[in-house]
């Protein structure tokens, strides 16, 4: 009987210090901070734009352009890559975007994706573009960010609000 309420004993334990180490692990860095996050890309220059030959709605698109940040104090730049999908013919109205942006800062880079329909307002009314987008990731100060936000824009330029966990 002692050595049964010995084993039971040691099991508790052993589950009881697997437990704090799984808490411990999914806790958040005491030093990760949660802070607001606003990108404006001023505009896009198109630096590539090739639709597949097997699919001619499927484009693979990469745009570039200068970026404003209250992550930053000096000008910085967006890169994108982007699927986009045509609705029924290559320059329709509307288009859905498949898209991943690096805002390049000079502290580091934060990556974002977002997936879109995009349409006039001729046809939808409001911005082109209006959508959630998600913090993928970032390098330097910006190592292991997360973080969501909207992505809005239309005109010359986009804008991203959010908030970012770095």
């Known amino acids: 009987m002692h050595r049964l309420l010995a084993r039971a004993s040691s099991r508790v334990i052993a589950a009881v210090i697997a437990s704090a180490v799984v808490a411990l692990a999914l806790a958040p860095s005491a030093s990760a901070r949660t802070t607001p996050l606003h990108f404006t890309v001023l505009h896009l220059d198109f630096t590539s734009y090739v639709c597949r030959k097997d699919q001619p709605l499927v484009c693979d698109v990469t745009f570039t352009g200068p970026v404003k940040s209250n992550l930053s104090t000096t000008q910085g730049r967006a890169d994108s890559t982007a699927v986009l999908y045509w609705e029924g013919f290559e320059g329709s109205p509307c288009n859905t975007v498949d898209e991943t942006t690096v805002f390049r800062l000079d502290t580091g880079t934060v990556t974002t994706h977002s997936y879109h329909r995009d349409c006039p307002a001729t046809i939808r009314p409001g911005p082109r ?12 100060a910006f190592a292991g960010a997360t973080g969501s936000g909207r992505e809005v824009g239309g005109g010359p330029s986009v804008v991203y609000n959010g908030q970012i966990v770095f």
């Open 129 to 140: 573009i209006h959508t959630s987008f998600t913090v993928t990731g970032g390098t330097g």
